[in-house]
């Protein structure tokens, strides 16, 4: 079975704090995303990378950055934390052609 | 026009009904589809995978494609209140490599009551 484990579930960041969420995969995909979900307004993609060191923005990019220096950990950054940010963030990964992707179990992120 | 509209619910049903979920879609380039179910607090699962038109079954689940209408179809037979959650359809293009972006519709919250 895929697994896409998110190594943080429950964290309380004060606005400003540099917040780190870290995801890792297990079944040597390619692909990698980060999305956010939002009651009313459903999954968000931010960044998805498909390869070690390469990234590209999603829909809303803003406010965030990534890192992927190894094919099986994709990081979310929130430089700044918001509290727009608050929300849940869900990795997901992918084969590199692969049509459907795997999620991991969600952080749930409250900026205050 | 969203790519992907999904009734958002909530749909709530007796034990031992018939759940009936759908989606449609504007763009007749997608090829795949896929639904997911999510638990409250929880990540979203893949439930069911189809490719182009047609139909699939998994038990109770059977997921149908009509790219005729754009439009796509989840049933859950003889429901339980196990299959209490929200289901979210998806799509994606045929296979571009290194960019398989999926459209999401923005889920459809079901209870089944006991």
């Known amino acids: 079975d895929v697994k896409v484990t998110q190594s943080s579930r429950y964290l309380v960041k004060r606005t400003g704090e540099k917040v780190f969420l870290e995801c890792v995969q297990d079944?040597?995909?390619?692909?990698m995303f980060w999305y956010r979900q939002d009651p009313g307004l459903g999954l968000r993609l931010i960044y998805f990378?498909?390869?070690?060191?390469?990234?590209e923005k999603g829909d809303i990019p803003e406010g965030y950055s990534v890192s992927r220096e190894k094919k099986e950990r994709f990081s979310l950054i929130l430089e700044s934390a918001s509290t727009n940010q608050t929300s849940m963030y869900l990795c997901?990964?992918?084969?590199?052609?692969?049509?459907?992707?795997?999620f991991g179990e969600g952080s749930w992120l409250t900026v205050v | 026009q969203k790519e992907v509209e999904q009734d958002p619910g909530p749909l709530s049903v007796p034990e031992g009904a018939i759940v009936s979920l759908n989606c449609t879609y504007s763009n007749s380039a997608f090829q795949y589809f896929m639904w997911y179910r999510q638990y409250s607090r929880k990540g979203p699962e893949l439930l069911m995978y189809t490719y182009s038109s047609g139909n699939k079954e998994d038990g109770r689940f059977t997921a149908q494609v009509d790219k005729s209408s754009k439009y796509i179809s989840l049933f859950i037979r003889d429901s339980q209140p196990s299959d209490s959650a929200t289901y979210l359809c998806a799509m994606s293009l045929e296979r571009s490599y290194g960019n398989n972006r999926l459209a999401f519709g923005k889920g459809n919250q079901v209870v089944v009551i006991p």
């Open positions: 997901a990964s992918s084969e590199f052609s692969g049509n459907t992707i795997y």
């Open positions: 990378s498909y390869d070690v060191k390469m990234k």
């Open positions: 079944m040597d995909h390619e692909n």
